[in-house]
């Protein structure tokens, strides 16, 4: 039997080309080796307000970005995690097995709540509700950026004592950090990961930017007062952009060093533009002929989810017989 693989983005803001290179290039390209289950998180995404007519078109959005990045949906599971209940479910059973303090200390549920006057459960929660996506598939993987490693290691965790007080039930999950990519870094500030809750015009590229409005991003992005590309004292800004251009042409170190070595950061700037424009187009036109196809995605989140759900099923049932929970005989 393959591996089972498992991941998952929040549909709330627009995606940009740091989900891409963090976590969705990398989905493509594993699913051909492993059994993988691609979810849109619309249970996280409400741990903030989402406008609700925006949360449910965003949803299918998010589907179809996956689809138009290559997730083969004969191949993989592409489903909506509050399609399947059991994520939920399994989610309570490992809250009562986690410490709040494990929880107070993720960096991500700080970093959120000091922007919030009043604090929802859910944010604290949040983490719990993901190391039950993860554990609900017994999945053996876990493809994404490296702002989730904290997450995962949490999840790790949750896994480890549930075991322990309960007797080996869950899979532990892998981390699968990208090589180049895994944190690309805001383009008006690169000592922040680039966000999709950061609005800021110039900050992001987003997966369905028109390309001049990319373009224009890309060139007024922040760099340094150095005259050119020094690889030896790479200020964060440069360092970023270079991280860009070598995530979306898949080139070498070597060359990297060879072709930028010494280059005015202008010229830098166009290259990585054009670089990223010529990923972005035949994406935005596949994305478009995704959605005007009616009824398509919705068509693969319900064969999904009924495709998956019986594996969510089996691990609660497994997870309420370890616990003591009532389960029919
Ligand atoms: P938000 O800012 O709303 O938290 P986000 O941009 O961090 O959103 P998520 O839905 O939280 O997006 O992340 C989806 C996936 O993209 C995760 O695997 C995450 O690690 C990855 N990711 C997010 N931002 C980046 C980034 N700047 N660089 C690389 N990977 C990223
Ligand atoms: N917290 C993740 C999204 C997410 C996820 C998951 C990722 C929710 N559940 C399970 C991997 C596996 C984020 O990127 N913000």
Request: aromatic share 8%; hydrophobic share 45%; charged share 20%.
């Amino acid at each position: 039997m393959r591996a089972r693989v498992f991941s998952g983005m929040q549909p709330s803001g627009n995606l940009h080309i740091g989900n891409y290179l963090g976590a969705l290039k990398n989905w493509v390209r594993i699913q051909q080796e492993y059994e993988c289950i691609f979810c849109i998180v619309d249970l996280h995404a409400v741990t903030v307000y989402q406008e609700p007519a925006a949360l449910r078109a965003k949803i299918e959005e998010i589907a179809g970005l996956y689809l138009a990045a290559g997730i083969d949906p004969q191949v993989s599971a592409v489903m909506v995690q509050s399609a399947v209940p059991e994520h939920a479910e399994l989610a309570w059973m490992l809250t009562c097995v986690t410490p709040v303090g494990w929880l107070e200390r993720m960096t991500q549920y700080k970093a959120k709540a000091a922007k919030q006057e009043s604090v929802g459960d859910g944010l604290l929660q949040y983490p719990v509700l993901m190391a039950a996506d993860i554990l609900l598939y017994q999945a053996a993987i876990v493809p994404v950026g490296d702002d989730q490693a904290q997450h995962l290691e949490l999840t790790r965790d949750i896994a480890q004592r549930f075991n322990s007080l309960y007797g080996e039930t869950f899979v532990m999950p892998a981390t699968s950090l990208p090589s180049v990519g895994a944190r690309i870094m805001g383009l008006d500030d690169p000592q922040v990961k680039m966000s999709k809750s950061e609005t800021g015009a110039g900050h992001a590229v987003g997966l369905l930017d028109p390309p001049d409005k990319a373009r224009k991003a890309i060139m007024r992005a922040t760099t340094d007062s150095a005259p050119g590309v020094d690889f030896d004292n790479l200020g964060p800004g440069v360092a970023n952009l270079l991280t860009i251009y070598q995530a979306f042409s898949g080139w070498t170190d070597d060359q990297m060093r060879k072709h930028f070595a010494g280059m005015r950061y202008g010229d830098l700037k166009k290259q990585v533009a054009d670089v990223v424009i010529a990923h972005l187009e035949p994406f935005q036109k596949r994305y478009r002929e995704i959605m005007g196809e009616r009824g398509y995605v919705a068509r693969v989140l319900a064969e999904s989810a009924f495709r998956v759900r019986p594996l969510a099923a089996a691990t609660v049932e497994l997870a309420k017989r370890r616990m003591g929970l009532y389960t029919a005989e």
